[in-house]
T-cell receptor
């Protein structure tokens, strides 16, 4: 699986958009970009994933660059409940695939 | 209803003991996993099972033995517990063939004294 690089921490004011970057310059053609988050003391939670195109769901948007070497997770209106560690993971899909969690980005949403 | 449940939530035990952690999912998924999150918060996969068959074993000591009686359950048995086994253990499940959207349980906090 391709390695990812994320900033260790970020701050965001409540109500503003949180933009979390991720570099994955060694991603291969059949690998997806996944985003999970872990709120303190809870199990990781799936947010969104994509291959080439930008994706949006009820939680977030995922912007993948054309060369697929980086991506940005966007939380459009961050709330205090979005304070968590966010993990960007690159993996192929299938029965033997696995999630390799890095150190992630600790997002602190403040009033 | 809880999608992925684990029991117990907390487990405190002495070194050398044998303990089990149970995991159940009611999502109808084919694949289940065990992860370990250590004190430094690194989250690492240990095992994955697909339809009761072992698929991934990430060089975990053989003191750890997963058991899958059916595809809705994946239990983790740990023999001869060591201090270094203290961690939070997470179970997860996914529907094979639909990508790696995994659903995680709440975790079992194991403390070995």
């Amino acid at each position: 699986d391709a390695k990812t690089t994320q900033p260790p921490s970020m701050d965001c004011a409540e109500g503003r958009a949180a933009n979390l970057p991720c570099n994955h310059s060694t991603i291969s053609g059949n690998e997806y970009v996944y985003w999970y988050r872990q709120i303190h003391s809870q199990g990781p939670q799936y947010i969104i994933h994509g291959l080439k195109n930008n994706e949006t769901n009820e939680m977030a948007s995922l912007i993948i660059t054309e060369d697929r070497k980086s991506s940005t997770l966007i939380l459009p209106h961050a709330t205090l409940r979005d304070t968590a560690v966010y993990y960007c993971i690159v993996t192929f899909t299938g029965t033997a695939s696995k999630l390799t969690f890095g150190t992630g980005t600790r997002l602190q949403v403040t009033l | 209803d809880t999608a992925v449940s684990q029991t117990p939530k907390y487990l405190v035990t002495q070194m050398g003991n044998d303990k089990s952690i149970k995991c159940e999912q009611n999502l109808g998924h084919d694949t289940m996993y065990w992860y370990k999150q250590d004190s430094k918060k690194f989250l690492k996969i240990m095992f994955s099972y697909n339809n009761k068959e072992l698929i991934i074993n990430e060089t975990v000591p053989n003191r750890f033995s997963p058991k899958s009686p059916d595809k809705a359950h994946l239990n983790l048995h740990i023999n001869s517990l060591e201090l270094g086994d203290s961690a939070v253990y997470f179970c997860a499940s996914s529907q094979s063939g639909s990508g790696e959207t995994q659903y995680f349980g709440p975790g079992t906090r194991l403390l070995v004294l």
